[in-house]
């Protein structure tokens, strides 16, 4: 999608299987969403990218005409595909659907994403749990950096391509990471191998001295994080863009997102609630349903429930995200990020 | 909604739980459709008749501003509820939700429906099978007959209220049936206890008893239905409303209607198919997607999937009831229906 404009800092709803879940392209455009994430994993075990290839690339087949970014598939390797094995050439697995053996390098997991036509490729990268041992991730950011060069060297299209910041919980390896990586032309560079179940204070440390290292005049991705308050405080460090599930599947289990805090509208205290789920919010749901009949559409296991509640979570942080803009433009990203969080976590009624 | 025109012949989508499945009631308007049904027994149990009265009725509730026919509840006890048993006063039952004992005397079932605010009543009424022995059959139309009236006396609003033939496979029962109701002033009359196993021939030779015999100016309803080889014979009868959870409740396992016959999305053979559902479909989801990828959301188990299925399958059959419309206005219903089947049933690829 050349030339087209993507305002920061930006959250991408994740679309797994070449649909954000239980929405329409249609409703993702109307809120104002711009970018959104493909699961390269996902998309090429089922249908297969050499299909949509054919089908004339993703965002025909799903009828998108803004913007994807897709990721590697090596999150998804390591964390739902089996026996994987990692080697210089790339990482062999077993596909979590059959079982199938399969191999992911760096030059496969380009062309699987230059076959989906995505506007931004990641990297392959080698993700670690936190802890892992010292000398096994100064070794893996090795590892991760050469993947990374052989990604660059095997584009073949004109798509932008993102480094991706590895390193686990140690700042100084992350910086490490970050150094070599920022030695080639990468069109942005990515934070992974954070929210995999570390404390926040591992994350704001990383973020901290991570991010205001990357070059200012390209982009900076935290992966995987998606919740508000980190969100508020990771856009306070310096970050442009997020994805994560987490809003969405959320959303369908009943947990909204509001400026108040979060609710889960399955709670008996709402079965003859008029109210809206967010008297001060615009989205198409606060304007036409109340919380009474959205709890008695999750109670009644209706798909109706998982639309409307998915259709609240992504427009408040579109909301969320333009006021951080709006706040950052005017120089008061502190005194809104302040604001925010006292609101939000005041009276979070989980 | 008073002064609100339906045009017939009319399919009514069904809305169990206050909601068409998988579709929100703008997308219901979009597609055109004026009336919906909803399920007085499922609604009763939850999350309450009481309740969606204090929050202004069912319009208001599920944010429908067009019409709504309620059924009497009778249906759902004798084919969900348990250890039902009826007497004069009405029917005793079990909920099939947690067991609680209940009673819906003819009476409470037009007070619920007062409480729903539905625009068109149905009269409570007992459901037999077929076959069902005569003499049973020969009292249940009695006591339905006795029940009709008390209804047509509880009634305290200005909604509609409709009657229900009953009689199972006995024509001359049926006729009974019919010659009781029509001696009082009710605003429409269904035809009730079929679509429920029997053949088509037994069906058939009701509806072609019954539906001269009811008031050429009053609505004539046949409850069940929604095959759309069924409506087009039964509309040939003379039948103007219709219902049925099939058309949903197909789509949402990806049987999809064309006016070539019956498709099944999710067979391999689409795998990679670039064409829509139909070629000729002017429905959204014609217009923007092509069968590989329902095929894809399908197989996925992505809730997209029954969202798109659902508005084709509604798509067709408002298209095939406008189509049958233009043909008894032309005076050419015959010549429609015997094209219609013609290429309908001639290529149905299941």
């Known amino acids: 999608m050349k030339g087209r404009v993507i305002e920061t800092p930006v959250f991408m709803p994740v679309g797994t299987n070449a649909t954000v879940k239980a929405m329409t392209v249609e409703e993702i455009k109307s809120i104002g ?5 493909g699961n390269t994993y996902h998309l090429h075990l089922r249908p297969g990218d050499e299909i949509i290839k054919r089908l004339g690339g993703l965002h025909s087949f799903m009828n998108w005409d803004r913007c994807i970014l ?21 990482v062999h697995f077993q596909n979590h659907l059959d079982g199938t053996k399969e191999l992911l390098t760096p030059e496969i997991a380009i062309h699987i994403q230059e076959n989906l036509g995505s506007d931004i490729m990641m990297v392959l990268d080698e993700c670690l749990p936190i802890p892992t041992k010292r000398d096994i991730v100064q070794k893996s950011i090795e590892l991760t950096n050469r993947w990374a060069q052989r990604c660059f060297q095997a584009r073949r299209s004109e798509n932008n391509l993102f480094a991706i910041v590895q390193g686990a919980d140690f700042v100084d390896l992350r910086i490490q990471s970050a150094q070599m990586l ?12 954070l929210s995999v179940g570390e404390s926040k204070d591992v994350m704001s440390e990383i973020v901290s001295h991570i991010a205001p290292m990357l070059p200012p005049n390209k982009p900076r991705y935290l992966m995987g994080v998606g919740d508000p308050v980190d969100l508020v405080e990771n856009i306070g460090l310096g970050i442009d863009m997020f994805d994560c599930v987490m809003p969405t599947r959320n959303a369908r289990n009943g947990l909204l997102f509001t400026f108040q805090g979060k609710i889960s509208i399955k709670q008996a205290r709402y079965k003859e609630d008029p109210l809206p789920i967010d008297e001060n919010c615009q989205c198409e749901v606060c304007q036409n349903y109340s919380r009474a009949y ?10 109706l429930a998982s639309r409307l509640n998915t259709m609240h979570n992504l427009w408040f942080l579109k909301e969320l995200m333009a006021k951080a803009r709006i706040a950052i433009v005017n120089g008061e990203y502190q005194k809104f990020k302040k604001a925010f969080l006292d609101v939000y976590q005041g009276s979070e009624s989980g």
């Open 294 to 303: 959205l709890r008695h559409l999750f109670v009644a296991n209706e798909i």
């Open 33 to 37: 969403y711009q970018l959104i994430l």
């Open 182 to 193: 920022m030695e080639t032309d990468f069109d942005g560079f990515a934070i992974g191998g």
């Open 70 to 90: 897709t990721d590697s598939g090596g999150f998804q390797i390591f964390s739902l595909a089996r026996l994987n094995k990692v080697l210089e050439e790339g």
